[in-house]
Nanobody, 120 residues
Framework: QVQLVESGGGLVQAGGSLRLSCAAS????????MGWYRQAPGNQRELVAR???????TIADSVKGRFTISRDNAKNTVYLQMNSTKTEDTAVYYC??????????????WGQGTQVTVSS
C-alpha cells in the first residue's frame, strides 16, 4: 500500500501565496504520476495540475500562470505553489498518485484532502 500525506493548506488573502506538499510513502516501486485535484462545495472534483514521471505536466486553464507544480522524485513528494490566489480557488485540495508498488501492481491513491480558503 501507498500513503499520501498532504500539508500546507490554510487561509490566505486574495492575491497571496500558499504552497501545498504531498509526500508518498509505503510499498513504492515507482511513482508514475502525481498531482492535485480540488473540490469546492457543490462542485465536482476537478484537476488542478499533475506531473508524469518523465516531467510532462498538465495545468488547468483556471490556474495557468498562477499555480506551479513541481516534484522531488528522491522524496516522492509533489508540490503545488499557488500564487496570485483568488477567492474561487477556495476548495479542498486532494493529492493524487498513480504508483507501481513493489509487487509491480499499479494503483491509484488519494490523500485525505487539505482545505484552502482564499479570503477577499
Amino acid at each position: 500500500q501507498v500513503q499520501l500525506v498532504e500539508s500546507g493548506g490554510g487561509l490566505v488573502q486574495a492575491g497571496g501565496s500558499l504552497r501545498l506538499s504531498c509526500a508518498a510513502s509505503g510499498s513504492i516501486f515507482r511513482i508514475n504520476l502525481m498531482g492535485w485535484y480540488r473540490q469546492a462545495p457543490g462542485n465536482q472534483r476537478e484537476l488542478v495540475a499533475r506531473m508524469f514521471s518523465g516531467g510532462t505536466t498538465t495545468i488547468a486553464d483556471s490556474v495557468k500562470g498562477r499555480f506551479t507544480i513541481s516534484r522531488d522524485n528522491a522524496k516522492n513528494t509533489v508540490y503545488l505553489q499557488m500564487n496570485s490566489t483568488k477567492t474561487e480557488d477556495t476548495a479542498v485540495y486532494y493529492c493524487y498518485a498513480r504508483a507501481t508498488t513493489k509487487e509491480l501492481y499499479e494503483y491509484e491513491y488519494w490523500g485525505q484532502g487539505t482545505q484552502v480558503t482564499v479570503s477577499s
